[in-house]
């Protein structure tokens, strides 16, 4: 009878998964419906009837699953899990392995909707400061880059040819009124740009009197009134023309004398009524 007793330890159990196994196996029942009753993986009951208890996650587990196997085979699950503590001891827990996060996973990657939009908006911006910078399209009324300059030359008088030069200007207040909106550009003779906007009715503008053979271009030379120490010049041109022409005060008297007609215009903004034809 002890050599019986010796080749079947089940016989009389002394573990939990001893009794476990052989309350199952009283009830004919296969390992997989318990399984199946309980939900949890066969590798754990397997592991369970075996104390195999280092392979499961930690005591905590190993109580659950006891418990649960327990009460599908109508087992005192209360006095089955004393003793199973009993039985684990102070075992140190096997920590829980960390969770494992999928990189790839779709949630965390932006949807292809807004890629597409984001580089749409890159795009357009660029476009935006290319043609802000690049070109003239948003300064409202700028002339194009093919400018015909107007130079300032004095009409000779073949019937006068021995007529004395008249004594150049060497200074005089240039001051440019707006008679309407129109855009204007001033630089000096190194090309620095002194003023550039669209000019509102009756702005002005005064030309620094240092300034180095100042030039001023603009496409509505006829809304453009031009004064030289407060008295009206012959305009810069008439219509829609892109002109670039200088405005110092001696190539303004210099227009003024050399015999081209002046062209009516509104007194000055600022200048008396009596003043507004007068010419130097």
Known sequence: MEGENADNPTLFPATVGEKLRAAREAQKL???EIASRTRIPLRHLEAIEQSNFSSLPSSTYALGFAKAYARAIGADEVELARE???EIGERPERPAPPP???FNERSRTPPSGIVIVGV????????GVGLWYGTDLFRGGAP???VIPIENTIAADPGNATAPAPAPVT???VTLVATDSAWIRVTDASGKRLFEKEMAPNERYDVPADADRPRVRTARPDRIQVLLNGSNVPPLGTGVTTVEVEVSAAALQARGQSGAPATPSAAPVDAPAGNAAATL
């Open 30 to 32: 296969e390992l997989s």
């Open 84 to 86: 199973l503590r009993l």
């Open 100 to 102: 494992a996060y999928d």
């Open 120 to 127: 749409i908006v890159a795009v357009l911006v660029l476009i």
């Open 144 to 146: 194009d880059e093919n």
């Open 171 to 173: 200074g005089g207040q």
